[in-house]
């Protein structure tokens, strides 16, 4: 297999080098080791930064930020929700810290406005009625997996192409010039060899393992932070602690939920998702200042996800707060005379575009190809369909959901489901998700309701699956979509990942749902094994 450039890695950066390299004509390949979106890219809070918590100890990455809030407002409509956001001073929050926030944000360009108390109360009840200021930022929240999937799906629509579930075993070398990649299908266990021009790694914490392949080491920092899903979104906007950037801070409304975060420990393995108990209480602890009712709200599940920090000198700094979230593109032939071969790590999921363009103009003058990057202003083909599904019966909710998800797809799930009714099966009733969204939104390898989830919300509310999955894969399974054998593989995977976050919990009506989850599961289908 041959082309032009081979970009490894299925997260934000990576999908967005892929689209601006498409958008150039350039021929590349994406591989990712698993689904799109699978790491730190829908491991994470879902804030678009305003580039505001950077402004004291990292201006540049805060003007970044900010440029980039404003261009993707524009070009990426359809995964943007334009909340706008809170900084909120506490009494016991440092006035001198507050003072100099105001000067940086000032100084850079960031739009703050400070409101009353009285004002913000009306807007976002649940805050602490002690709050001393409270500044408004043009903040936003942003959904990570309906946009790398939008990323990907427009540069395979213009000819480009994408191997999930392809995991990387080597870099194929020629003396000093990297000329390609060896792939693994990890369901087939098929080798793949894949010869390009360039290679370009985009795999966020796992980039210093695939650097090792052309023996060239990367310090990277794998800081691992914790985050809780509320049951309910009870912040209309973003809401941030006006501190110096800490843990417990942030408050981002997604969809239907809360989701709330963060920590920050290094870790040594790039996919330690691991979660700990003590580690949660202090969240709540601590953000139970922000918003005082914080422990009497239902989490439906915790998570964890890893920053990939990067530091051309290795620090023992324990926490990361200390490391830039400035990116950094490494040309392998002026850094480690190594041809072929680029990483671009570090950086924020607020400013992949730009990562993504400054790449894209490397890697574009290293092929001969002096077209410019036109992210800036092409608009990614978004998911509002309301002009379709208005002569289909169905509940409210239900179309609703289609109108600001279906996307490009509109036009044939409205066929699809005019012709056969059971397409209108409404499946997963927490998020509204049809039979029909499943079926358009099915793996072209194996059967994988965590790939389905990350594409139609499958499973993401306050039951997390419990009822959802085994429905979605008995009708999978009727329509001959999937065998028998595969459906129940593909439902012991999700509700043993799902599990993983509902057991840090643990308590009240979580409890109470993850011991029916598996009263359902192991005891009345007989399915896997309890752990």
């Not at 956001?85 to 006035?95: A, C, H, R, T």
């Not at 801070?249 to 290094?266: C, L």
């Amino acid at each position: 297999m041959e082309t032009e450039v081979v970009v490894i890695g299925g997260g934000a950066t990576g999908a967005g080098v892929f689209r601006d390299l498409t958008l150039r004509g350039i021929k590349a390949i994406l591989v990712e080791q698993r689904d799109l979106t699978y790491g730190t890219s829908s491991r994470y809070h879902g804030l678009l930064h305003s580039g505001a918590r950077y402004a004291v100890n990292d201006k540049e990455a805060a003007k970044e930020s900010y440029e980039e809030n404003l261009i993707l407002k524009e070009t990426i409509p359809g995964s943007i929700e334009r909340t706008g956001g809170f900084f909120v001073k506490l009494p016991q929050d440092d006035d001198e810290y507050v003072t100099k926030w105001v000067k940086a944000c000032n100084e850079i360009g960031i739009p703050i406005e400070e409101i009353s108390l009285e004002s913000a109360l009306r807007e976002e009840p649940y805050l602490n009625k002690k709050a001393q200021a409270i500044y408004r930022v043009p903040d936003a929240a942003i959904d990570g997996f309906t946009m790398i999937i939008d990323l990907v799906a427009d540069a395979v629509r213009r000819g480009n192409k994408v191997l999930t579930y392809h995991q990387v075993e080597d870099l194929l070398m020629r003396e000093n010039h990297v000329v390609g990649v060896k792939v693994k299908n990890v369901y087939t266990g098929e080798i793949i060899e894949i010869y390009a021009n360039i290679v370009v790694n985009a795999t966020g914490s796992w980039a210093a393992r695939v650097a090792e392949f052309a023996e060239i080491k990367i310090n990277m920092i794998n800081n691992r932070g914790m985050l809780a899903v509320f049951n309910q979104r009870f912040n209309k906007q973003v809401i941030n602690r006006l501190r110096k950037p800490s843990d417990a801070d942030i408050f981002v409304p997604a969809h239907n939920v809360t989701i709330f975060g963060t920590t920050g420990i290094n870790v040594d393995q790039p996919d330690d998702f691991s979660l700990n108990y003590e580690e949660l209480q202090m969240m709540l602890e601590d953000g139970s200042n922000l918003i005082p009712n914080l422990k009497q709200m239902r989490i439906i599940r915790a998570f964890a996800g890893v920053r990939p920090l990067y530091q051309e000198n290795k620090t023992s700094e324990a926490g990361g707060r200390n490391v830039s979230r400035g990116m950094a593109l490494l040309d392998h032939s002026a850094r480690d005379g190594i041809e072929g071969f680029v990483t671009i790590v570090g950086g924020k999921l607020t400013t992949f575009r730009y990562m993504a363009e400054k790449t894209g103009d490397l890697v574009a003058g290293k092929i001969g190809n002096y077209k410019s990057s036109t992210t800036r202003f092409e608009v990614v083909p978004h998911r509002h369909a309301k002009e379709f599904f208005k002569e289909i019966n169905m509940a409210p909710a239900t179309k609703n959901k289609l109108f600001h998800w279906a996307g490009t797809r509109a036009k044939d799930l409205e066929k699809k489901m005019k012709d056969e009714e059971i397409l209108k099966t409404v499946v997963c009733e927490c998020e509204q998700v049809t039979l029909g969204e499943i079926e358009a939104s099915l793996p072209n390898g194996k059967f994988n309701l965590g790939d389905i989830r990350r594409r139609t919300r499958l499973g993401m509310g306050p039951c997390q699956g419990t009822f959802c999955h085994h429905r979605a894969a008995s009708l999978i399974v009727q329509r001959g979509l999937a065998t028998a054998e595969e459906a129940e593989e593909a439902v012991i995977q999700a509700i043993e990942e799902r599990q993983k976050g509902m057991q840090i919990i643990n308590e009240g009506e979580t409890a109470k749902q993850l011991d029916l989850m598996r009263a359902i599961y192991y005891v009345s289908l007989g399915m896997g094994k309890e752990k």
